[in-house]
Each structure stands twice: as structure tokens, then as C-alpha cells.
């Protein structure tokens, strides 16, 4: 290569080159167009070269080192001439035809790939997130090699992220653990994932990782004299058995332990097994016979053996796995598995690339199931709903569930019932009545465990529920309960708003069925673009169309304004709903809002609207991007209203009287007043009246300042529902 270059560069160019000839060797290839790499490098060289990075370094040092840790991942010379290209298109003045001009129509399909979505503008930086990583993922689908450049860009990244700020570096660190982290366990890459891993962790939550490694570099002075005796002590037994292998022992990553102390809600003393040793044996026979040797020296113990290689991880993983007491009743993890199970297990996708002699991969592979789950879910309705989809498909975590038939479906840690019910088909997830586990009856949130026989219990009758939405874990079974509630809610609306033009025209001596035939009724429709009745009623029951504004075309002479009864006015308080105040409305008892809360509207079934404060519970719970919520506002409140006060209280001797004086000292009237008592404290339930949200944080403060009062809630909480349930 005739082109003079910094020294820096010159070294870090060659030692690309030597990992591609070390590769070369190892896969024991001899055909590779190393004048292509040189001809990328040259270009990305020129483009980058007066561009620097945070860490003063030149720019070109980035992709030539993402360059490298792509030989270990796969030998493809577009692949690496991509990836010493990967950032000229988004961070150079390079027009994509050069690109193709020089290196050809597929590597700029990967640079392209690539690069990240700038041009447009967006209202919020999780919107272009999302946006980005849907075109990545659309990307992935047509060129799996696009993933794999993205991981050793974010690898290089993370090994020289301390030259960020602290609040970027959190952040990249968070994006890397919550996404890129996953989809390397996910294609298999056993020895990115770790790095990645540990690389985040140790950025977002220094505390916990330095005493971990701390603790870990602790124990491997002390047992590495112990890690090789077993190593030698096993490879021995397993000789004398007649079983060729390898033994190698180790300690587990960092980020691996902390997710095990999480979930297991335990501390660093209380875990065990840090210890882990592989058997890499010959062939799958001699796998189930290293494992019967295992067992007879040392004791197992209950419950922890896997068989990965019976029934492999969706990522193609494949190993026995058990947990034994060693010398010492030191516990320990073995994994035993054949060198080429071990070779996919590192290096997964790229390993598994090259065992099938360059074949294209096909999406209906099995280890490609996430990937189609992640695609299905590009196209979700918001930023936050999508990355929030996605971090739940690409969790590590994963449990083995059965159907009665033996079918195996794989699961996140913490699916359902109901989420079995969806993985199994989308019409047994919409009739799902009940569920039982193991031949017992459970409830449809209840968490699978792996290796459970659940059957799904069904009625053609049967409808899903919003509330499943509170528990479900897939965003697959999310996304068609969505669906489904949204269909059910729709018929709703039609429902409501028939029966509202039905009403309307009754009170100008018309009958429906005659007036939906009229050509009034055709040419409203065409005026408001809509095509079908269905449409109009579901827009009337939405609130978005009046249907007295219908009436008016028939009659425009008359002023229906005049004949208008204001149930609002004579209910003393006047809401605006859109600006208009011509609705039915009552106040929802569950929040009890009054004058100066922030309100919202839910349409209810019988087309009236109800009024709840923005945060009630309800609200929260039904969603707040429901079609049957509307806006809505205080205008004016002409009389007092009711509303309800839960308070806790200890040591209730005369706080009754307590109670009554401070509030009838406000001048605000109690309507009514019950107790519940508790083995630790006492509840009372208020019901006042008062005119505004004023007098009621007044009333709250008086009360907070009694001794013997713990706290003030406003509406009926749970707490008291229940000691209503327990009478």
C-alpha cells in the first residue's frame, strides 16, 4: 500500500491485517482480496483524516479497530471494507456514489445501513431513537451482517467511552446494556455479550461493580491453585472413562453475578457458584457420558441440571448444564458440550455463518424467531411503546414451557398465562378464560416457570381484557390485546353514537332508519369524508361529531340552541369538553374531582361522559392513549361538590371529635363518615362537600397536622375497599 500515514495509524492499520491473516488460518482459508481492504482503508483515511475523537486520537483509528473485532465475528472482505467505511457517509462530506463507484452496490447497502437518521426533525430524542433503531432492525432482516458491524462499533465505542462526559457515557452505557448487550446474547456471541455487559455496568453503577470485581479477584488468588486441580482431577476421570476432552475452569463475568444477587434478592455473601467449568468433549454421546462421570464423584445438586443440547436456546446454544458440590463443598457450575457446540456458543452467529458453508440465512431459522418478533413490532404506534417493546423481546432471560402435546415455546423470564396463550396463536390468546399449570388452576397472571406444562382454557364467547395489558410480558401478546381492545372499544362508540342520533332526531319527530336513507344523511356524510354509517356513529360516540350539527342541515331555521336542556347548569358546575359544554356528564366517584383538579373524560358505555381527576388510578390503569379519553376542563362551579378523604390514623381515642372540629372550623360540611379498623392503624373515610380543590388541600393540611393521623389521601383507596371486602 503506497500511502504514507501517522505511525499510530500504520500500526493499528497493521494489526488489522495480521488478525485477518491469524483468521485466515483458523478457518483455514486461503482466497481473500486483501487489495479491497487496502483500497477502504485508503478511502475512510482520506475522508476522516482531520477528524479527531474525544480522545484526541484520529478518527480513522475508530473504524479500522471496528474492522478488527470484525475478522473474529466473520471473514468476508465486504463486511470488513464496510466497516472501515461505516461512518463516511453520516460524519464526511462522502456521496453515497463514491461509495458504490468504488466498492460496489453491497457494501453500500452496508454502509447505508449504517447510518444513522439526522436529517429530519423530531420532538423528542427517544423518537429519533426509536426511529433509528426501527431502520437497523428493518436492515438487519435484508443483511445480518449489518448487526454484526453495529456490535464491533459499539464494542470499540465501549472500550473508549471514558472520554465522554459522565452523563453520556450513563447513557450510551444504559442503550448498551438495555439493547446491544441482548441482541449479542440473542445472535450467540457469548464473548461480546460479556464485554458489553460488564463495559456498562461498570459505568452505571461503579459502587456495585468494583466491589464485585474486587471480591472476584479476591477469590481467584485463592482458588487458582483449587481451579486447577479440579481441572486436572476431572480430565483425568473422564480419561480413565475413556472420554477425550478438554477442561477449562473460570469465574464468571461481573454482570452475571449482579443479575443473579437481583434476582434472587441476594447479597455477594449468598452467592455460590462463582466457579464454572466447561467439558469440551468429541462428540454428543460422549457428553452424556461425561456427565454421568460428573455425578458419580461429586454430589449434584436438585434441580439444576439443563439439557441445552436436547432442547437448544433459540440462539442456537447447546450444553449440559449442572451444579455439583466440589472438594470442600465448594459449589460449582459445569457445562459439558462438543467443540463445534462450544465454537457456536462463543462466537454464535458467526460460527454457525461458517458450519453452513456460506448458505444466505433464512428468518424462518429458529434462532432467528426474536428478530421476526422485533420486525412485527416496527411499526408501533409510539417511540416509548416501541424501545419499551423491544428491551422486553431482547431480554436475556429466558424460560422452556410445554403444551399438554409436549410443544415447546420459549418465553421471556416473567411471562404469563396469557402470553403463553398468544405464543400459541393470536385467536387462543383473544378466547383465553383460564389457565392451569402443572394440572392445577391458576390465574392468568400467573409467572411460568420453566419446564411447566400450562393448557390454556378457551370460550368462543370470550373477549380479552384491558387489564391484561397491567401483566402480559411479550409485546406480542401487548400488541393484539391492544388490537383487540381498540376493536371491541370501536363497536362500543358505533353503539353509543346510533343510540345518540337516534335520540337527537326523536327530539325533531324523526326516526333513524328513514333518516340514514335521506340524501341529507348522503350529503352530511360527504361533506365530513366519511364513507359508511359505522364511521359517523363512531365518530358521534367519540365525541368528535355533534349530531346536532346534523339536525341543523335538516332544520336550519330553527334555533336548537334555545331548546337546549344544559344538564351541566343545572348539575351546578360546567366542564368543557373540546369547547363545547353541550354534553352528558357526572363526576366519577372513584377520584372525586372538583373545581382547580386537572380533569380528563372517559366516554362510558352508555355514552355519558365521566369526569376523573388526570391522575386517578383508573385512568392509569385504562391507558392514556385510549380513543374513549377526551379533553376536558373546569369552566365555572356554581355549588359545592362531593368528594371523599381517606385518612390513616394511630391512637384513635377522641379523633373523632378531633376530626369533626378541625373541619367543621373550615366551614365545610361532612356528609359522611366510616371507620374500618386494622391491626396497625385505623381507616376513616370522609365525604365533604366543598366548592373547590383549595378548600379541600386546606382540609388536608389541617388534618396531616394531628399527631396521631399518618396521612391524608384523597378518593377511595384500596386499602379501604378491602376492609369493606373483610366485614
Same mark, same amino acid.
Given at each position: 500500500? @503506497? ?117 429530519? /426533525? ?38 473508549? +467511552? ?39 455496568? @461498570? +459505568? ?19 482458588? #487458582? #491453585? ?7 482431577? =476431572? ?20 454482570? $452475571? ?47 439444576? %441440571?439443563?439439557?441445552?443440547?436436547? =432442547?437448544?436456546? &433459540? ?19 459445569? &457445562?459439558?458440550?462438543? /467443540? ?83 405464543? +400459541? ?21 400467573? @409467572? ?61 319527530? +324523526? ?30 360516540? =367519540? ?36 369547547? $363545547?359544554? *353541550? %354534553? ?41 392513549? $385510549? ?5 376536558? /376542563? ?62 379541600? *388541600? ?21 386499602? %379501604?375497599?378491602?376492609?369493606? /371486602?373483610?366485614?
Amino acid at each position: 500500500m @503506497e500511502y504514507k500515514i501517522e505511525p499510530d495509524i500504520e500500526i493499528a492499520y497493521k494489526d488489522l491485517k495480521k488478525s485477518i491473516r491469524d483468521a485466515l488460518i483458523k478457518q483455514k482459508k486461503s482466497n481473500f482480496d486483501f487489495d479491497l481492504i487496502d483500497k477502504a482503508f485508503t478511502f475512510a483515511y482520506e475522508k476522516h483524516k482531520t477528524q479527531k475523537r474525544a480522545s484526541k486520537e484520529s478518527y480513522i483509528i475508530h473504524p479500522v479497530n471496528t474492522a478488527k473485532i470484525i475478522t473474529r465475528l466473520l471473514l468476508d472482505e465486504n463486511t470488513i471494507a464496510a466497516a472501515l467505511l461505516h461512518d463516511v457517509l453520516e460524519d464526511t462530506q462522502t456521496k453515497e456514489e463514491e461509495i458504490e463507484s468504488n466498492f460496489g452496490p453491497d457494501v453500500l447497502k452496508l454502509v447505508k445501513a449504517l447510518t444513522k437518521i439526522e436529517s429530519l /426533525q423530531y420532538k423528542s430524542a427517544e423518537q429519533k431513537q426509536a426511529d433509528n433503531f426501527r431502520k437497523l432492525l428493518v436492515s438487519i432482516a435484508n443483511d445480518l451482517r449489518v448487526i454484526l458491524i453495529k456490535l464491533a462499533d459499539r464494542l470499540h465505542n465501549m472500550r473508549t +467511552i471514558v472520554y465522554l462526559n459522565e452523563e453520556k457515557r450513563k447513557r450510551i452505557a444504559k442503550e448498551t446494556l438495555d439493547i446491544y448487550a441482548p441482541m449479542a446474547h440473542r445472535l450467540g456471541i457469548y464473548w461480546l455479550k460479556s464485554e458489553l455487559e460488564d463495559r456498562s455496568f @461498570e +459505568i452505571i453503577d461503579y459502587k456495585t461493580y468494583n466491589k464485585i470485581k474486587s471480591y472476584l479477584e479476591n477469590l481467584l488468588e485463592k482458588k #487458582e #491453585e483449587y481451579i486447577r486441580f479440579i481441572e486436572n482431577s =476431572l480430565k483425568e476421570d473422564l480419561l480413565q472413562n475413556n472420554i477425550q476432552c478438554e477442561v477449562n475452569g473460570r469465574i464468571k463475568h461481573i454482570y $452475571s453475578i449482579y443479575t443473579k444477587m437481583q434476582r434472587k434478592n441476594v447479597d455477594l455473601d449468598s452467592i455460590y457458584d462463582f466457579v464454572a467449568f466447561r467439558i469440551i468433549t468429541e462428540t454428543e454421546k460422549d457428553c452424556y457420558n461425561a456427565l454421568g462421570v460428573v455425578h458419580k464423584i461429586y454430589k449434584p445438586l436438585l434441580n439444576r %441440571f439443563k439439557d441445552y443440547i436436547a =432442547l437448544p436456546k &433459540q440462539n442456537m446454544y447447546q450444553s449440559l448444564h449442572t451444579t455439583v458440590f466440589g472438594p470442600g463443598d465448594v459449589v460449582l457450575e459445569i &457445562q459439558i458440550r462438543t /467443540q463445534k457446540m462450544h465454537e457456536i456458543n462463543e462466537e454464535g452467529l458467526a460460527a454457525h455463518w461458517r458450519y453452513k458453508e456460506g448458505k444466505k440465512f433464512n428468518l424462518n431459522d429458529k434462532m432467528f424467531v426474536w428478530l421476526k418478533k422485533l420486525l412485527e413490532n416496527t411499526q408501533n404506534e409510539s417511540s416509548q411503546e416501541f424501545l419499551r417493546d423491544m428491551k422486553t423481546d431482547l431480554e436475556s432471560g429466558e424460560i422452556y414451557v410445554f403444551t399438554p402435546a409436549g410443544d415447546l415455546k420459549v418465553l421471556p423470564r416473567g411471562a404469563t398465562c396469557v402470553d403463553f396463550a398468544y405464543e +400459541i396463536h393470536t385467536k387462543i390468546g383473544d378466547m383465553c378464560t383460564g389457565a392451569k399449570v402443572n394440572n392445577k388452576m391458576v390465574p392468568l397472571r400467573h @409467572e411460568l416457570q420453566s419446564g411447566d406444562i400450562v393448557e390454556i382454557l378457551t370460550s368462543p364467547s370470550h373477549k380479552p381484557s384491558r387489564d391484561w395489558l397491567s401483566f402480559v410480558k411479550t409485546s406480542k401478546a401487548r400488541n393484539k390485546i391492544k388490537q383487540s381492545v381498540r376493536e371491541i372499544e370501536k363497536q362500543e362508540m358505533i353503539v353509543i353514537g346510533k343510540n345518540l342520533l337516534s335520540k337527537e332526531l326523536l327530539r325533531h319527530n +324523526i326516526t333513524l332508519a328513514p333518516y340514514l336513507k335521506s340524501k341529507a344523511f348522503k350529503d352530511s356524510l360527504s361533506s365530513l369524508g366519511l364513507s359508511k354509517e359505522d364511521d359517523l356513529f363512531e365518530n358521534i360516540g =367519540l365525541k368528535k361529531i355533534n349530531p346536532q350539527s346534523l339536525i341543523n342541515s335538516l332544520e336550519p331555521q330553527k334555533d336548537t340552541k334555545k331548546r337546549e336542556i344544559d344538564t351541566q347548569v343545572k348539575s351546578g358546575f360546567v366542564i368543557a369538553i373540546d369547547g $363545547s359544554s *353541550n %354534553f352528558d356528564i357526572k363526576l366519577a366517584k372513584c377520584c372525586s374531582p372538583v373545581a382547580g383538579d386537572d380533569i380528563i373524560g372517559y366516554i362510558s358505555k352508555n355514552g355519558v361522559i365521566m369526569i376523573h381527576r388526570i391522575d386517578c388510578e383508573n385512568i392509569a390503569r385504562i391507558g392514556y392513549n $385510549s380513543e374513549r379519553l377526551i379533553k376536558a /376542563q373546569w369552566q365555572e362551579s356554581k355549588k359545592k361538590v362531593k368528594t371523599i378523604l381517606t385518612v390513616y390514623a394511630k391512637d384513635t381515642l377522641g379523633l373523632i371529635s378531633k376530626i369533626s372540629s378541625a373541619i367543621a372550623n373550615l366551614n365545610i360540611n361532612i356528609t359522611d363518615f366510616k371507620m374500618k379498623k386494622q391491626t396497625d392503624r385505623d381507616i376513616f373515610l370522609l365525604e365533604i362537600e366543598v366548592s373547590n380543590i383549595n378548600e379541600i *388541600n386546606e382540609c388536608v393540611s389541617v388534618l396531616s397536622k394531628e399527631p396521631s393521623i399518618i396521612k391524608v389521601e384523597r378518593g377511595l383507596k384500596k386499602d %379501604f375497599q378491602r376492609g369493606e /371486602q373483610n366485614d
